[in-house]
């Protein structure tokens, strides 16, 4: 927490500082606000009822000095996503950015959104209205450093910073891309030390401290095939260390088996299709995902783990008028396992309908 605090003080002291600039006649100094507003009618097929949503809310102020060419940047979102299962109130984004060697190099410090996957947390920005299978795997944002080097179209960048929702995680980062035109490929790994504890077989006298590393590989491209027609394809790996494995309900956050280990340890692979056909102000984005756990959910011994696969099918229709974006989308979950659990009840598969509408401003 003590980075946090750091970054986050040092972000918002940008932020007060340009702020403070601005009524200096003479300063290059430049405010802006930007929001939106997301709500829907979410119907549950399952159950066949239905909720309606103030779905999510977001705040971006930005203040900028073209001449120091320092940017302060705050984000403030609530969502509620109900199909997702995201319910946060959060400083989504607060940090200080300037870049250097003719805009080559940028530098940002403070709370920022992850670089891992397609996706970003505005759904307004999406091709669809629901997150997928991949972006629930990923990180939302972190609290640290970020420096990234592009030339030429090539992109590298780098991250130090502790995870903002599992600040026992401290995350680096590394992303490799390159773009051209309308087209882009970049590919990036997460690791994050992980320490858990060891009850050696069940003997909680006989405790030892464990610390291994969880890895997170993706890799995303995407580009236009033709004028109205946009692509992406999204791979994500994440290496998983397992909790209460066996008979051991003492282990935390981990359990850990030397002699056994490797085989019991699941990890998640999985992959996400993305496509969007626009004509005029109306949109057609459909979207595959599916999510592997090849060592099974037999291996966590727990009625209510996720199935060895999970599979995710969505259509969305969007009609833009102006600022505002009415939207209608069908999203199934569904799962080779009979034992999935989507929520309290057994089902191999879940269906939402969203009918709903945003407003950018």
Do not use: W
């Not at 971006?60 to 609530?78: N, P, Q």
């Not at 490799?176 to 490929?185: E, F, N, P, Q, R």
């Not at 009625?303 to 600022?323: D, R």
């Not at 199934?332 to 269906?351: G, H, W, Y």
Request: hydrophobic share 35%; charged share 15%.
């Amino acid at each position: 927490m003590k980075a946090f605090k750091i970054s986050i003080l040092a972000a918002a002291a940008a932020c007060l500082a340009i702020q403070g600039l601005a009524a200096d006649a003479k300063s290059t100094i430049s405010l802006g606000m930007s929001g939106y507003i997301d709500s829907n009618y979410n119907f549950d097929v399952n159950a066949k009822n239905g909720t309606l949503n103030l779905n999510q809310v977001g705040l971006d102020i930005t203040a900028s000095d073209s001449s120091l060419g320092i940017k302060g940047v705050a984000s403030l979102t609530k969502s509620t996503e109900a199909v997702s299962g995201i319910d946060y109130l959060s400083v989504a984004q607060l940090y200080a950015e300037k870049s250097f060697f003719d805009s080559s190099l940028d530098v940002k410090l403070g709370r920022f959104y992850t670089f891992v996957g397609f996706e970003g947390v505005p759904t307004v920005k999406n091709f669809n209205e629901t997150y997928s299978l991949l972006f629930n795997a990923e990180p939302v944002n972190h609290d640290g450093l970020e420096l990234t080097y592009t030339s030429n179209g090539f992109t590298a960048l780098g991250m130090a910073a502790e995870n903002s929702y599992d600040t026992s995680l401290k995350d680096y980062g590394l992303q490799l891309g390159y773009a051209k035109g309308d087209a882009s490929i970049s590919a990036s790994f997460l690791q994050s030390p992980v320490t858990g504890i060891d009850y050696n077989g069940n003997n909680v006298a006989d405790q030892i401290s464990v610390s291994e590393n969880r890895d997170l590989f993706n890799v995303v491209a995407s580009g236009k095939v033709l004028d109205n027609l946009e692509v992406a394809a999204e791979y994500f790996y994440i290496s998983q260390l397992a909790s209460n494995l066996g008979d051991d309900s003492y282990a935390s956050p981990i359990n850990y088996y030397p002699d056994t280990y490797d085989s019991k340890s699941p990890k998640q692979q999985g992959y996400s299709l993305y496509s969007r056909y626009t004509v005029g102000s109306f949109s057609l984005a459909p979207r595959f995902t599916t999510m592997f756990m090849p060592d099974g959910p037999d291996l966590m011994n727990s009625t209510s783990a996720a199935p060895k696969t999970a599979y995710q099918y969505t259509l969305t229709g969007k009609y833009v008028v102006g600022s505002f974006t009415a939207y209608l989308e069908g999203n199934v979950l569904a799962s080779s396992d009979d034992d999935f659990r989507i929520d309290s009840t057994k089902e191999k598969s879940q269906t939402n309908v969203l009918l709903g509408g945003s407003y950018q401003f």
